[in-house]
């Protein structure tokens, strides 16, 4: 078995690059499986949350991310993460009243 969370973190990154999206995010899980703590893991399945419209999942890695990162190495990338998962909520949203004002027009 493979103990170290920064191979499992490249692992994953290498899986999400061949499109293997779930392999990837387990990959990531693993990570943090292996140490709960590591900011890198946390993001990385933030950014996959986002990538496949689970907002809600991303908000949540992206705090442990930030929470787990005292030093703030990674708070740009979780910031700028942040914003990309607001604005695709936002337009989630957007959607999903023109479809209810759409149909209640009927």
Known sequence: PIYSPELWNVYGDALWAT???KGAT???QQA??????????????AWTGAEMGRFETA???????????PEGRMRGQALQLLDVCLRGQT????????RLAARSAR
């Open 19 to 21: 499109a293997d999206r």
């Open 26 to 28: 387990d990959a990531y």
């Open 32 to 45: 943090l499986a292996i140490h709960p703590g590591d900011a890198r893991a946390h993001w990385s399945l």
């Open 59 to 69: 908000f949540r890695h992206i705090g442990e991310a930030l929470a787990c990162d």
């Open 91 to 98: 337009q989630r949203f957007a959607a999903e009243r023109e």
